[in-house]
């Protein structure tokens, strides 16, 4: 199982970005998908993710109503638009795989994509 991340950057407050991770490995249109952050000094964070099993979603609070996931499954590709972003979204944004479907806390994650920096600043 691979993931990789893309798509972070510098971008001032308010604005947009949209982050990207293909992963691949057996049946990987079951797995769990999640993205999570962590910003420095933080504890890791989960921000989204998605159910292999019934496509369900579930957002931190922190994001909601702003920050969409969504997957494409002919690319292979999960995706994060990060809308009316702040100064407190900067962090590491990471991609993760559960092959179990189910998604959950950082824990029942085994598989990890690197990660890429997403940085608010005015």
């Known amino acids: 199982v691979q993931l990789q991340a893309c798509g972070g950057g510098l971008v001032q407050p308010g604005g947009s970005l949209r982050l990207s991770c293909a992963f691949s490995?057996?049946?990987?249109?079951?797995?769990?998908l999640g993205w999570f952050r962590q910003a420095p000094g933080k504890e890791r964070e989960g921000v989204s993710c998605?159910?292999?099993?019934?496509?369900?979603?579930r957002y931190a609070d922190s994001v909601k109503g702003r920050f969409t996931i969504s997957k494409d499954v002919a690319k292979n590709t999960v995706y994060l638009q990060m809308n009316s972003l702040k100064l407190e979204d900067t962090a590491v944004y990471s991609c993760?795989?559960?092959?179990?479907?189910?998604?959950?806390?950082?824990?029942?994650?085994?598989?990890w994509g690197q990660g890429t920096q997403v940085t608010v600043s005015s």
């Open positions: 998605i159910s292999g099993a019934d496509g369900s979603i």
């Open positions: 993760a795989a559960n092959i179990r479907a189910i998604p959950g806390p950082a824990s029942v994650y085994k598989y």
């Open positions: 490995g057996p049946n990987s249109n079951y797995y769990a």
